[in-house]
């Protein structure tokens, strides 16, 4: 089965528009300060976003179907807005990685790193926690973080990467990134609170890459 195109809007970027491949959709926001773009099903949807204001669509969950009772969504409760999101993404076919953070007060890219040779998801779910602790630590920001991976946060309570992925010329300087990250973790404080981001009841994590 042929795997089925998207459309990618950047309604702010090196060039705004639509787009219909994540390469070129990535070489308008990858390193932009502030790229705000969205992946769309169809070039109809696509245009119609385009053409009204990115706060409509940017940040916008899928809707939730919930198997959770009213009890528990009430549990759970809403997510803080002044907070960051991080998140990863690996690409199963050719191994790259991937992550980013995302303001979610105001639903910009506050950093996008990748693609990276030969990673696994787990540990750009946790560089990218470390990454939105240095940048809040620089910015004497002391918000949440929100990470849909329980891994990646056991990672961080651990301050060390478990990863039982070898290393190797491909992805040496993946693995020269967590070692910095994890001498971060080790020479740092930080009061951030890290938080789980809880898809069931809210939806896609908004730093979300958006290619399922």
């Not at 940040?59 to 939730?64: A, I, L, M, T």
């Not at 990470?147 to 290393?167: E, F, G, Q, V, Y």
Request: net charge negative; charged share 25%.
């Amino acid at each position: 089965m042929a795997k089925k195109t998207k459309f990618y809007v950047v309604w702010k970027g090196r060039e705004t528009g639509i787009f219909s491949s994540w390469d070129d959709c990535k070489t308008q926001t990858n390193g932009f300060d502030g790229a705000v773009f969205k992946s769309f099903e169809s070039k109809v949807l696509a245009e119609e976003a385009f053409h009204n204001s990115s706060s409509q669509y940017v940040g916008k969950n899928k809707k939730v179907i919930s198997t959770l009772s009213k009890e528990e969504l009430a549990l759970i409760g809403e997510p803080i807005d002044d907070a960051i999101a991080v998140d990863g993404a690996w690409d199963n076919t050719t191994g790259l990685v991937e992550y980013q953070g995302v303001n979610l007060k105001t639903y910009e890219v506050l950093f996008h790193i990748g693609p990276l040779e030969d990673g696994t998801i787990n540990i750009v779910e946790f560089l990218a926690i470390v990454h939105a602790l240095a940048l809040s630590k620089q910015w004497h920001w002391e918000i949440p973080i929100y990470s849909d991976s329980k891994i990646a946060l056991c990672w961080i309570n651990d301050k060390k990467a478990r990863t039982n992925h070898p290393p190797s010329e491909k992805n040496k300087k993946l693995f020269e990134m967590l070692s910095r990250a994890e001498k971060w973790l080790e020479n740092n404080t930080f009061e951030n609170e890290l938080l789980k981001w809880e898809t069931k009841a809210w939806g896609e994590n908004p730093a979300d890459f958006g290619r399922k």
